[in-house]
């Protein structure tokens, strides 16, 4: 699946990209970023070096997992495993929330810890479009 989500990531990285609102929030050795998205976007996250929670706390999404794509509504809780990399087409306004443990006490020092690195990726740190695909 990892390749599939990757040749996703390289077509749609030709078209004009959405930069999804973002809330992240530490407390007790756990890092929670949560994940606003309209209707009718898709975002291609990055690789994940952890194992970690993925939760659609409401919405519906097409997901990608190891069983293939999947249309999942909210409330439903995943697990992420090390090597994860996904895609999540939302079929209505959504709400997706990423629960991890860690060292970190910051955004930086989270997405070093958390996500192996990507040239490729259409993001910076903390979901921000890079200048060259920004619309």
Same mark, same amino acid.
């Given at each position: 699946?990892?390749?599939?989500?990757?040749? %996703?990531?390289?077509?749609? =990285?030709? $078209?004009?990209?959405?930069?999804?609102? *973002?809330?992240?929030? $530490?407390?007790?050795?756990?890092? &929670?970023?949560?994940?606003?998205?309209?209707?009718?976007?898709?975002?291609?996250? #990055?690789?994940? #070096? #952890?194992?970690? $929670?993925? %939760?659609?706390? =409401? !919405?519906? /999404?097409?997901?990608?997992?190891? @069983?293939?794509?999947? =249309? /999942?509504?909210?409330?439903?809780?995943? &697990? +992420?495993?090390? !090597?994860?990399?996904?895609a999540?087409?939302?079929? *209505?306004?959504?709400? &997706?929330?990423? $629960?991890?443990?860690v060292?970190?006490?910051?955004?930086?020092?989270? @997405?070093?810890?958390?996500? @192996? @690195?990507?040239? =490729? +990726?259409?993001?910076?740190? !903390?979901?921000?479009? #890079?200048?060259?695909?920004? *619309?």
């Amino acid at each position: 699946m990892r390749q599939k989500v990757q040749a %996703l990531q390289d077509v749609i =990285s030709q $078209f004009p990209q959405y930069e999804p609102e *973002t809330t992240h929030t $530490f407390h007790a050795g756990m890092y &929670c970023r949560e994940v606003w998205r309209p209707a009718g976007v898709i975002i291609v996250g #990055k690789v994940h #070096k #952890k194992e970690h $929670f993925y %939760l659609i706390v =409401s !919405g519906t /999404v097409a997901i990608t997992t190891d @069983e293939g794509v999947k =249309s /999942v509504t909210g409330p439903t809780l995943l &697990c +992420s495993k090390p !090597g994860t990399k996904r895609a999540v087409y939302a079929e *209505t306004d959504a709400l &997706c929330m990423t $629960f991890h443990v860690v060292d970190a006490k910051t955004i930086e020092d989270a @997405e070093q810890e958390l996500v @192996e @690195e990507d040239d =490729s +990726s259409m993001f910076t740190l !903390g979901n921000k479009i #890079k200048n060259e695909v920004l *619309t």
